[in-house]
T-cell receptor, first 114, second 116 residues
């Protein structure tokens, strides 16, 4: 069985301050992990992915995430928030062994205050 | 535009009617996924295809739901005897997988279904 927990449903930061969106997962096997972003009335867009290569993954728009197996975490960070970062962020776990199993987290809505 | 497209973008129907949605994946992507997303929730996996073969179906996919990908290109999702609880955004995604692995899924804009 696998699951994804996004620990915060809403996060509010001031423009120019760091962003931390938390994600914990459970999986019986070594999973692949993704972060997607969904802007209002727009489709889901891939930010970054971890697929058992480097544990620190860099994505688009200055985002990065670190895979920590011991903590079963894959938190998303950005050093300095921009107004355009305001959106909903989803952590995704995919297990590929035989058939794929895809599990999305419930999402974290990021608000950026000017 | 070479992205994933979905048609229609919006569908309003009365309870009990049948609806069908279409998804056109990125050309030559061999995997195609269907998800359902309700307000304030993350997408929930419904089913996926590898070429024309339907490999996995979620238990969310009741017998009123059926999906096809007859030629391994576009896919259709049909909901029979719609219920108000079927109101949601239905998302399609595609990916190119060369071996058994997880690869990047590219999402379409979704079809918003409202059942009155």
């Amino acid at each position: 069985a696998q699951s994804v927990t996004q620990l915060d449903s809403h996060v509010s930061v001031s423009e120019g301050t760091p962003v931390l969106l938390r994600c914990n997962y459970s999986s019986s096997y070594s999973p692949s992990l993704f972060w997607y972003v969904q802007h209002p009335n727009k489709g889901l867009q891939l930010l970054l992915k971890y697929t058992s290569a480097a544990t620190l993954v860099k994505g688009i728009n200055g985002f990065e995430a670190e895979f920590k197996k011991s903590e079963t975490s894959f938190h998303l960070t950005k050093p300095s928030a921009h107004m355009s970062d305001a959106a909903e962020y989803f952590c995704v776990v995919i297990h590929s062994g035989g058939y794929q199993k895809v599990t999305f987290g419930t999402g974290t809505k990021l608000q950026v205050i000017p | 535009d070479t992205g994933v497209s979905q048609d229609p973008r919006h569908k309003i129907t009365k309870r009990g009617q049948n609806v069908t949605f279409r998804c056109d994946p990125i050309s030559e992507h061999n995997r195609l996924y269907w998800y359902r997303q309700t307000l304030g929730q993350g997408p929930e996996f419904l089913t996926y295809f590898q070429n024309e073969a339907q490999l996995e179906k979620s238990r969310l996919l009741s017998d009123r739901f059926s999906a096809e990908r007859p030629k391994g290109s576009f896919s259709t999702l049909e909901i029979q005897r719609t219920e108000q609880g079927d109101s949601a955004m239905y998302l399609c995604a595609s990916s190119l997988v060369m071996r058994e692995s997880a690869d990047t899924q590219y999402f379409g804009p979704g079809t918003r279904l409202t059942v009155l």
